[in-house]
């Protein structure tokens, strides 16, 4: 289990390998993000922002969701929620055949007085395309537990 102590400011994780596949940018587009952009190849190439199909940025978030509950899951990671993001930036279209990884990087962390038994760590978090391109950006904040009293 990591604990709120165990984060230090400029600590960095890199992790993450998930193939981004034509199947996967169609099922969520037609679930969350129908625009044409996102389901049709021909509506795709001529948007001059895309030029060939892509994934919904919202997809792209939920694929660095899946990234980090992975890594969290192999290494004792386990956040109690999040109050939110304060920013997130779509950098570059996401495409089928793309694989992401994730780096991760703790840039503030706070214990509130009123809660003892929580704390807050700060990551900017940011995904990358096989290339080494920042595809995707945020700041989150996690809840994690504080580590336990002795004795």
Not at 41 to 58: E, K, M, Q, T, V
Not at 128 to 133: I, K
């Amino acid at each position: 289990m990591t604990f709120f102590e165990d984060y230090e400011v400029g600590q960095i994780a890199r992790f993450g390998a998930y193939p981004v596949t034509r199947e996967e940018v169609l099922e969520f587009a037609s679930r969350y993000d129908p625009q044409p952009f996102h389901l049709d190849d021909a509506a795709a190439a001529a948007n001059p922002i895309f030029g060939r199909l892509s994934a919904s940025g919202w997809h792209t978030g939920a694929m660095v969701m899946r990234m980090m509950v992975d890594e969290g899951q192999k290494t004792g990671h386990f956040s109690m929620g999040s109050p939110g993001l304060d920013e997130m930036r779509w950098l570059k279209p996401v495409y089928p055949g793309d694989t992401l990884s994730v780096e991760t990087e703790v840039i503030d962390k706070s214990a509130p007085k009123s809660r003892p038994d929580i704390g807050f760590v700060k990551f900017r978090i940011t995904c990358f395309n096989q290339h080494g391109e920042p595809v995707m950006r945020q700041i989150a904040s996690n809840i994690q537990p504080r580590r336990p009293a002795e004795g």
